[in-house]
């Protein structure tokens, strides 16, 4: 059976994207303002709606304190959930404020970690996390992916089917091993038996 997917357009950095008709679409306060220029009305609006011009009285709102301990982001991916969805991709969730795109870094891993699939949008590349999994690519992919450990230290790391291989390797989140691999219009694999992988692609 398909997982359910759901899409967040927060403020940052806009990609285009195309929902599927039955994908939940989520916009997360100023990303709601380029969602107007589209034909993709969301099913929902969340945040505190200090970036919104016109609130629109159409579309069902949650409206977020200024002050709290968790992102817009956050809080819209645990409303996708309530949805029954379970792929998320995040688009202008980059750019502006770096403080924003690292939290939406660690909000792939924490996901992950819950065995949710996170995906982090930008123009030239898409970022995901795995934890205690492996991820799989077809011989379509081109170009340079990067591989980076999260967690203290990931065991286990498998890296098959790309230009540099590994095999049960152990790696660390303070140096950057995994920089710059590249697809060689091969199946590969990436995996990580203990530990939580940043991937870039």
């Not at 589209?38 to 200090?50: A, E, Q, V, Y």
């Not at 939406?104 to 819950?114: G, K, R, T």
Request: proline share 2%; glycine share 8%.
């Amino acid at each position: 059976m398909c997982k359910k997917i759901c899409h967040i357009v927060g403020a940052g950095e806009f990609v285009n994207f195309s929902p599927a008709k039955n994908d939940i679409v989520i916009a997360v306060d100023g990303g709601y303002e380029y969602l107007k220029n589209t034909n993709i009305k969301p099913n929902l609006l969340i945040g505190d709606f200090d970036s919104i011009k016109i609130i629109p009285y159409e579309i069902k709102k949650i409206k977020l304190p200024t002050e709290k301990d968790f992102t817009d982001t956050y809080a819209a991916i645990c409303e996708g959930i309530k949805f029954g969805c379970e792929i998320f991709h995040i688009y202008g969730g980059i750019g502006g404020r770096i403080s924003h795109t690292l939290a939406n870094i660690q909000l792939l891993a924490n996901f992950s970690a819950q065995k949710l699939k996170c995906y982090l949008h930008a123009k030239d590349w898409i970022m995901t996390a795995i934890t205690n999994d492996k991820i799989l690519f077809d011989e379509k992919y081109k170009g340079y992916i990067s591989i980076f450990s999260h967690t203290d230290k990931s065991f286990g790391v498998n890296i098959i089917g790309l230009k540099y291989e590994l095999q049960n390797a152990i790696i660390s989140n303070k140096f950057p091993l995994g920089i710059s691999n590249e697809f060689i219009q091969k199946k590969s694999i990436v995996s990580v038996e203990n530990g939580t992988l940043i991937i870039v692609c």
